[in-house]
């Protein structure tokens, strides 16, 4: 059964501005979820327009808009240019991504996403993909999965979690969000406990669906389908994901190395519209707590 509130659209008025919607153009939602944003965009439409929205999650396809002007791409984003070719379009004006996870996954008790239940570890967006959370913990070695936990979650003690982790192994294993709470919980702040276990299972989860790579696919996908003067509008959560679409809307590149022509111009598609980084307002935190974190970049196809 469907919850009642499978996503609130962080940050709604604020990307519409950015996106700058003409009625007769081409956009895409590569995040499409609980279809907040999308359906706001088709609202924003006219007849000639049309939406071509990504997710790789099944459950989001409840959630399909009954409109001519959508097309609904049961996809990763990291596909999105050869999907736009497929269905003929070799050029849009707007590109969407809220690369935050959805109420839907963090309540759903079966999926593994949050510490809040005890669940088989899978955290797999995509449930027809091979790798879980559990196989991680059951195949990585020490060092791999120490340099998970500190590069993804940022986790001081990310070396003592990481061999308390293999040396249970031999001890069943851990295979439910339950036994990994009480292999790690000894190495976390009580202070921070919420934070830091949030942390962890983000990393978790960002190592299972190969997140940071199909971001910097994306971006670059998202840079040549753009048509000059088309909107690239993302939405972040964390440092990780915000310092790599920093660097690529500044230098054309996620490692943020600055590459000049023969006349001192950077060698970027991209110019941002945004300088400052836009934020939730106190008003919209409240409403929507998920919002907390958001950080919001536009961009435009030079």
């Known amino acids: 059964m469907q919850s009642p509130v499978y996503h609130i659209p962080a940050l709604l008025e604020e990307c519409m501005q950015g996106l700058d919607i003409k009625p007769a153009g081409k956009y895409v939602d590569v995040t499409f979820g609980g279809g907040g944003h999308s359906r706001e965009m088709l609202r924003r439409l006219g007849t000639d327009g049309h939406l071509y929205s990504f997710d790789q999650d099944e459950d989001a396809q409840r959630n399909i808009v009954d409109d001519s002007r959508f097309t609904f791409v049961y996809s990763n984003f990291k596909f999105l240019k050869n999907f736009l070719r497929y269905h003929g379009e070799e050029g849009v004006d707007g590109i969407l991504?809220?690369?935050?996870?959805?109420?839907?996954?963090?309540?759903?008790?079966?999926?593994?996403?949050?510490?809040?239940?005890?669940?088989?570890?899978?955290?797999?967006?995509?449930?027809?993909?091979?790798?879980?959370?559990?196989?991680?913990?059951?195949?990585?070695?020490?060092?791999?999965?120490?340099?998970?936990?500190?590069?993804?979650?940022?986790?001081?003690?990310?070396?003592?979690?990481?061999?308390?982790?293999?040396?249970?192994?031999?001890?069943?294993?851990?295979?439910?969000?339950?036994?990994?709470?009480?292999?790690?919980?000894?190495?976390?702040?009580?202070?921070?406990?919420?934070?830091?276990?949030?942390?962890?299972?983000q990393a978790l989860r960002i190592e299972v669906n190969n997140e940071m790579d199909s971001l910097r696919s994306m971006l670059q996908q998202a840079s040549e389908m753009l048509n000059p003067g088309g909107r690239l509008v993302v939405i972040t959560y964390h440092s990780l994901e915000d310092r790599i679409v920093k660097n690529f809307i500044k230098t054309g590149n996620v490692e943020g190395v600055v590459e000049k022509d023969f006349f001192g111009r950077v060698n970027a598609p991209l110019r941002a519209v945004n300088n400052k980084v836009i934020v939730p307002t106190d008003e919209e935190v409240e409403r929507n707590p998920r919002a907390r974190s958001a950080k919001l970049r536009i961009a435009e196809k030079v």
């Open 97 to 201: 991504a809220d690369l935050g996870v959805s109420f839907h996954h963090f309540d759903d008790s079966e999926r593994g996403f949050s510490f809040r239940f005890d669940a088989p570890l899978d955290m797999r967006m995509n449930k027809k993909a091979r790798l879980t959370a559990a196989d991680v913990l059951a195949t990585y070695d020490e060092k791999k999965l120490a340099q998970l936990f500190s590069l993804y979650g940022e986790l001081r003690q990310a070396h003592r979690m990481a061999a308390a982790i293999v040396a249970k192994r031999d001890k069943g294993g851990v295979k439910t969000t339950g036994q990994l709470l009480e292999v790690v919980t000894p190495f976390i702040n009580r202070k921070q406990e919420k934070k830091e276990l949030a942390q962890l299972f």
